[in-house]
């Protein structure tokens, strides 16, 4: 997911040196999106994590 996040970001960059403002705008917001999307997931996994480190006699 951050590939694609760095994907549409660069897509963003080319767009604004073309003078394609609205893609350039467009890509832009989608990076953002899937930055955040990414980031959230990222986070949710390793609070996961410790929270399942923290109970060792629950099985899994």
Do not use: D
């Amino acid at each position: 997911m951050l590939h694609y996040a760095v994907v549409f970001f660069v897509i963003a960059l080319m767009a604004a040196v073309l003078g394609f403002g609205g893609i350039a705008a467009s890509a832009a917001g989608i990076a953002k999106l899937l930055f955040v999307v990414f980031g959230l997931s990222t986070l949710t996994e390793r609070n996961q994590h410790v929270f399942r480190q923290a109970h060792p006699t629950r099985r899994q």
